[in-house]
T-cell receptor, first 112, second 114 residues
Framework: KQEVTQIPAALSVPEGENLVLNCSFT??????LQWFRQDPGKGLTSLLL?????REQTSGRLNASLDKSSGRSTLYIAASQPGDSATYLC???????????FGKGTTLSVSS | KAGVTQTPRYLIKTRGQQVTLSCSPI?????VSWYQQTPGQGLQFLFE???????NKGNFPGRFSGRQFSNSRSEMNVSTLELGDSALYLC?????????????FGPGTRLTVT
């Protein structure tokens, strides 16, 4: 059974800092991995999708990497801004279909 | 292109009642998945529908059911509500079934069971 762990659970940084969020998963037989952000009480916004054949994916100030063999993914946020404050969730998908297995998330707070 | 829409956004029900939630996927998307989010368990997969057929199911009791219509809209039903069913219910759509496709989530329906 796939288990997903995200470290740290919470993170507070001043504006402008670069930061890394970590995600580890126990079953490396995944098809892809998505990173999402969730604002309080809201739905999920997709940030990046990394296919299992890819090593990394970039979108603006975000860069996500994937190391299937070690069961790890990282989300790098450059030059953080207060608007980046949210909970970040990683979710690998299993081989049976589109079911995503979520970690508990990292709650990020960026102060101005 | 309009995003995933869910109705209603908020719902209050009494224990023992049943409830139906609705999800309209992004136009052209044919796969719809449902998730339950609670503070204790986090986000958990309920089921996935593609071409009006349930393709994948999570580990939830039979009180949770769903269906998909020919226009890809989906509904989920929870019968005999329990206090523990209070949660944010999210649906997600993707173009087709299969893990290669990015999933797009709706804003969710907040269900409170009293």
């Amino acid at each position: 059974k796939q288990e997903v762990t995200q470290i740290p659970a919470a993170l507070s940084v001043p504006e402008g800092e670069n930061l890394v969020l970590n995600c580890s998963f126990t079953d490396s037989a995944i098809y892809n991995l998505q990173w999402f952000r969730q604002d309080p009480g809201k739905g999920l916004t997709s940030l990046l999708l990394i296919q299992s054949s890819q090593r990394e994916q970039t979108s603006g100030r975000l860069n996500a990497s994937l190391d299937k063999s070690s069961g790890r993914s990282t989300l790098y946020i450059a030059a953080s801004q207060p608007g980046d404050s949210a909970t970040y969730l990683c979710a690998p998908s299993n081989q049976a279909g589109t079911a995503l297995i979520f970690g508990k998330g990292t709650t990020l707070s960026v102060s101005s | 292109k309009a995003g995933v829409t869910q109705t209603p956004r908020y719902l209050i029900k009494t224990r023992g009642q049943q409830v139906t939630l609705s999800c309209s996927p992004i136009s052209g998307h044919r796969s719809v998945s449902w998730y339950q989010q609670t503070p204790g368990q986090g986000l958990q997969f309920l089921f996935e529908y593609f071409s009006e057929t349930q393709r994948n199911k999570g580990n939830f009791p039979g009180r949770f059911s769903g269906r998909q219509f020919s226009n890809s809209r989906s509904e989920m039903n929870v019968s005999t509500l329990e206090l523990g069913d209070s949660a944010l219910y999210l649906c997600a759509s993707s173009p087709r079934q299969g893990s290669s496709y990015e999933q797009y989530f709706g804003p969710g329906t907040r269900l409170t069971v009293t």
